[in-house]
C-alpha cells in the first residue's frame, strides 16, 4: 500500500519534470497579473462603455474604492468576524462528530452495511432546503447558520473519513491485533494515520461549503455576518458597497483555500502518500 | 439468505429510525414536527397535482438548463483554455477568485443585471455552476499523460480528432467530479434563487408555508427537495458509471497490485 | 581481421545516395534546460536500407530515445537531418509507426483493443471495410484476434505490447520503430514477443529500428546492431549479424557464433562505457 503510492508520486513528479519544457517567455506570476488587470480593465469599461449602466455594475476603481473604505470600518470587521464564527464553529463541530461516527462505523462491517443506505439517501439532501426549518426553529440566530453549515459539511467530512478507515491496510491491522493493541490502540495507530490525508480532503472541501452555507444563511435569513450586509446593501440600493462586499467574500474564500491548503500540506508532510481527492 | 440480509441492511435503519420518528411524534403532538403518517397525506395533498406543474417541474427545468448549459460552456472553455499554457496562466488567478466566490452572492447581482425572471434564474445557476466544471477540465487537459500526447502525434492523430478521442476521455474522470460538484451547487442555486426574490417555484412554496407556520407543508417542501437532491445523486451516479466505466476498471486493476 | 571478428565498421553504414530508406547525418541533440545545456546526442550518421532490421544497443543514458525520437519525428534535432525515402523529416511521418516503452500509457485506457488499433486508421481516413479487415488481420499476426472487446488494461503486460505492435502494424508503415518495447514485461513474455517481431518483420517487409539496452534481445533480433557509445552520443560500431535467417530460442541462441558476437559487442559496451570512443567515427565527423 504504501510502497505503491510512493511510486505512484514519484512517478507523478517525474513527469511533472519531464513535461515542464525549459523556461521560455513571461514568467508565470506576471501573465497572471496580466489575467488579472486585463479583468479588471473589463471591468471598469463595460459600465463606461454603456454595455452595462453604472447603476447595475458600477466600474471597477469604484467598487475597490469602496472595499478601501470599507476596510476603515468596525461594522465591517464585525460582520467578517460573525461571518468567521459561524463558519468555524460549523465546521469543527461537523469534523468532529464526522470523525467520531466515521470512526466507530468504518471499523464495523455491521455497522457500514447497516447505514449504508440511510448515508446514501441522507448525502444528497441539500441543506438549503433546511432553511425554513432553520428560521422557525432558530430565527435570524447564528443557530440558524450553524444548522445549515453542520449539515452540509457533515457528510463531506463523514463520506472520506469512510473511504479513509476502507482504505486500512489488512495486514497493519492484522500485525496490531496480533500484537494485543488494544481498540484505542488500533485507532490512534493503525487507521488514524492511513485515514489523515481523507480526512484532510474532507475538511479542505467541508471549508469551502462552510463559507458557501454561511453566506448563504446569512443572506436569506439575515443571520449576522458579511451576506446580511449583502442582502441590506441591495436592498438600500448601495449597489457599489454590495460589491465591495461580495469582492470581501470572494477574498475570505481565496483566503480559506490557501489556508485549508497549507494545513493539509503542513499536516501530511510526513505522510508518503499525499494523494488526491477520491472522486465520489 | 444473501439476498434477504442485504434487504436487511438496506431497510433495516431507515425501518428503525421511522419508528423512532412515528413513537416520539404520536404521543403528545408536537408543533415541530408532524408525525409519519400526517406527513405523508400532507405531501399527496400538498404536491401531487396543481403545484407538481406550476411549482415543481418549472424549479427542475431551470436547473436542467442551467446546469447543463454550465458544463457545456465549462467544457469547451476549459479546453481552450486548457490547451495553452499561456492562458492558463493568465486566467489562473481570476478563475480561482470566482471559484472560491460563494455562489449565492451572485443572486443579488444578477437579480441587479438581468431582472427578476427566469432568465436571471437560470444565469445564477449557470454562473455558480460554471467553476467547477471550467476548472476541473482545465486541470484535467493540463495533466494528460506525455506518452499519450506522443502516441497521438506519431499517429497523425491532431485538432478536432485528438480532441474528440485523446484529450477529452483523459479529462473525463476529472471533469466528472467537477460536475458533481456543479450539480449540489445547482440545487442550491436553484432553491436560493427562488427564496430571495420569486413568486413561484419550490423554493418560494417553501418560504411561503414556512411564514404562514403550515408546519407539515413545509416538512413536506424539505422531502420534496431531498427527493430530487438523491434522483439527481442516482442520476449522477448512473450517467457516470457508464461513461467512466473504463477509469474505475483501470483504478480496480492498480490497485490490485 | 579474424575470421571470428564481426563484419563491423567504425562509425555508422552508410548506403550509396537512392539507396537508403531512413538515413541520419549528423544529427546532434542539445537539451536546453534551466541548469544549463545537455549535449544528448553529438553526432550520428548511419543508414537503414529498405526491409532491414537492425537494433540499437548502447548503455542506459545514451541518448538512445532521443535519437529515436528525433527519427519519429517527435523532436527536433538541433542540427543534421533524418530523411524518409528522400524526404527530410520535420514531424511524425505518416510512413512510421512507433512502439512505445510505456504500452501501458500509450494504449488509450478508454478504448477497447480493436478501437486503439483502429484508431490511426480512422483518423486516416481508411474506408470502414478495409478498417475492419486491417485490424482483423494486425490482431490475428500478434495472435490477438480473440481479444478485441476487451479493455488493454483487462489484458497482462506482454498482451497490452501485443495490442501496441498491432497498431502498429495496422497502420501499415514503411518504417516501424521500437523503443524499448519489452524493457517493461517479464523474461518468458519478452522471448515470444521477440518472435514475434521477426515473424512480423519478415512477413510484412516491413524496415525496422529497434532500440534496446540488452545485448542479447540485439543479437538475437537484428541483421544489424549499431552500438552508441555513452552520452554525448557518436555511433561506437556498426556490425552486421552474420546469424542464420530462421532463429529459434534455444538454437539460435546456443551458437558459438552467438557467443562471440554477444562477447564483442559486451566489450564494445564496456567500452563505451568506459568513454573510449572510436577514432575514425571523429575524424568522420569531423570532415
Request: a neutral charge; glycine letters at 8%.
Amino acid at each position: 500500500m504504501t510502497t505503491q503510492a510512493t511510486g505512484g508520486v514519484t512517478r507523478a513528479s517525474v513527469k511533472a519534470k519531464a513535461s515542464r519544457p525549459a523556461s521560455k517567455g513571461w514568467p508565470k506570476w506576471v501573465l497572471g497579473l496580466i489575467g488579472i488587470v486585463v479583468f479588471l480593465g473589463l471591468w471598469e469599461l463595460m459600465p463606461v462603455v454603456g454595455l452595462v449602466q453604472a447603476k447595475y455594475l458600477p466600474p471597477a476603481s469604484e467598487v475597490i474604492a469602496a472595499l478601501i473604505l470599507d476596510l476603515g470600518l468596525t461594522a465591517f470587521w464585525v460582520a467578517v468576524w460573525d461571518t468567521m464564527l459561524a463558519w468555524l464553529i460549523g465546521l469543527v463541530i461537523a469534523v468532529v462528530a464526522a470523525l467520531v461516527l466515521g470512526l466507530v462505523i468504518g471499523m464495523s462491517p455491521f455497522l457500514r452495511h447497516l447505514t449504508n443506505s440511510s448515508i446514501e439517501f441522507l448525502r444528497p439532501i441539500p441543506s438549503v432546503a433546511l432553511i425554513p426549518l432553520a428560521v422557525l426553529l432558530f430565527g435570524i440566530k447564528l443557530e440558524s447558520s450553524l444548522l445549515l453549515i453542520v449539515y452540509a459539511c457533515f457528510w463531506q467530512v463523514l463520506i472520506q473519513v469512510l473511504y479513509g478507515v476502507a482504505d486500512v491496510d489488512n495486514v497493519a491491522m492484522q500485525t496490531a491485533r496480533s500484537y494485543g493493541f488494544s481498540y484505542v490502540q488500533r485507532v490512534r495507530d493503525v487507521v488514524f494515520p492511513t485515514m489523515l490525508p481523507y480526512l484532510m480532503t474532507g475538511i479542505r472541501l467541508a471549508a469551502s461549503v462552510a463559507l458557501i452555507l454561511a453566506i448563504t444563511a446569512e443572506l436569506l435569513i439575515g443571520s449576522p455576518g458579511l451576506g446580511k450586509e449583502i442582502a441590506l446593501a441591495q436592498s438600500g440600493g448601495a449597489i457599489s458597497g454590495m460589491y465591495a462586499l461580495i469582492l470581501a467574500t470572494g477574498f475570505l474564500g481565496v483566503g480559506i483555500n490557501a489556508v485549508t491548503r497549507i494545513v493539509e500540506k503542513r499536516v501530511l508532510s510526513w505522510h508518503p502518500s499525499v494523494r488526491g481527492e477520491a472522486t465520489v | 439468505m444473501k439476498t434477504l440480509k442485504s434487504v436487511g441492511f438496506l431497510l433495516g435503519l431507515p425501518i428503525i429510525l421511522l419508528l423512532w420518528w412515528w413513537l416520539a411524534t404520536s404521543g403528545a403532538p408536537n408543533f415541530f414536527v408532524p408525525t409519519p403518517a400526517k406527513l405523508l397525506t400532507t405531501f399527496v395533498e400538498t404536491w401531487i397535482g396543481e403545484r407538481l406543474i406550476t411549482d415543481v417541474l418549472p424549479s427542475i427545468m431551470r436547473l436542467v438548463v442551467g446546469v447543463l448549459a454550465a458544463i457545456v460552456l465549462g467544457i469547451v472553455l476549459g479546453l481552450a483554455v486548457g490547451l495553452n499554457r499561456t492562458m492558463r496562466a493568465v486566467t489562473e488567478p481570476v478563475f480561482e477568485f470566482f471559484r472560491a466566490l460563494p455562489p449565492p452572492v451572485l443572486v443579488p447581482v444578477l437579480m441587479l443585471l438581468v431582472g427578476i425572471n427566469d432568465g436571471m434564474k437560470i444565469a445564477v445557476i449557470i454562473s455558480g455552476c460554471i467553476w467547477p466544471v471550467l476548472l476541473n477540465t482545465i486541470e484535467g487537459v493540463r495533466s494528460i499523460d506525455p506518452v499519450q500526447n506522443e502516441t497521438s502525434r506519431s499517429y497523425g492523430i491532431s485538432g478536432f480528432a485528438r480532441i474528440r478521442y485523446q484529450i477529452l476521455p483523459s479529462a473525463t474522470p476529472t471533469i466528472m467530479a467537477g460536475v458533481r460538484q456543479a450539480l449540489s451547487i445547482g440545487l442550491i442555486l436553484m432553491v436560493i434563487s427562488e427564496m430571495f426574490a420569486s413568486s413561484s417555484g419550490l423554493g418560494f412554496t417553501i418560504v411561503q408555508f414556512q411564514r404562514s407556520f403550515a408546519v407539515p407543508e413545509m416538512w413536506s417542501g424539505i422531502v420534496v427537495l431531498g427527493l430530487i437532491g438523491v434522483a439527481l445523486s442516482f442520476i449522477f451516479q448512473a450517467v457516470e458509471r457508464r461513461v467512466l466505466r473504463w477509469y474505475h476498471g483501470l483504478k480496480e486493476v492498480e490497485n490490485a497490485v | 581481421m579474424l575470421s571470428n571478428n564481426p563484419t563491423s565498421h567504425a562509425g555508422g553504414r552508410t548506403l550509396p545516395e537512392g539507396e537508403a530508406l531512413l538515413s541520419v547525418r549528423n544529427l546532434k541533440k542539445v537539451y536546453h534546460t534551466d541548469a544549463g545545456d545537455i549535449e544528448a546526442v553529438r553526432n550520428l550518421t548511419f543508414d537503414l536500407g529498405r526491409g532491414e532490421l537492425v537494433c540499437l544497443v548502447g548503455p542506459s543514458g545514451s541518448g538512445k530515445t532521443t535519437l529515436l525520437k528525433c527519427i519519429a519525428g517527435l523532436l527536433n534535432s538541433t542540427s543534421g537531418e533524418v530523411r524518409l525515402d528522400g524526404q527530410v523529416i520535420t514531424g511524425p511521418p505518416k510512413k512510421m509507426a512507433v512502439v512505445f516503452q510505456e504500452y501501458g500509457r500509450s494504449l488509450f485506457p478508454w478504448l477497447r483493443v480493436a478501437e486503439n488499433v483502429e484508431l490511426p486508421l480512422k483518423n486516416a481516413g481508411v474506408p470502414k471495410e478495409e478498417r475492419k479487415r486491417l485490424v482483423q488481420e494486425a490482431l490475428e499476426a500478434v495472435g490477438l484476434a480473440h481479444v478485441p472487446k476487451s479493455y488493454p488494461w483487462q489484458l497482462s503486460g506482454g498482451m497490452q505490447q501485443r495490442v501496441a505492435i498491432a497498431r502498429a502494424v495496422a497502420y501499415q508503415p514503411e518504417v516501424l520503430l521500437m523503443d524499448e518495447p519489452f524493457a517493461a514485461v517479464d523474461a518468458q513474455t519478452r522471448a515470444d514477443l521477440e518472435d514475434l517481431i521477426r515473424s512480423v518483420w519478415k512477413k510484412l517487409g516491413v524496415t525496422v529500428l529497434f532500440v534496446t539496452h540488452d545485448i542479447d534481445e540485439s543479437i538475437y533480433l537484428g541483421e544489424r546492431v549499431i552500438i552508441l557509445s555513452s552520452s554525448p552520443t557518436i555511433v561506437q560500431e556498426d556490425i552486421l549479424i552474420d546469424l542464420p535467417a530462421e532463429r529459434d530460442q534455444l538454437e539460435t541462441r546456443s551458437l558459438p557464433r552467438f557467443t562471440e558476437l554477444r562477447h564483442h559487442v559486451y566489450a564494445e559496451i564496456q567500452k563505451a562505457k568506459q568513454g573510449h570512443r572510436p577514432e575514425e567515427a571523429i575524424t568522420m565527423v569531423a570532415k
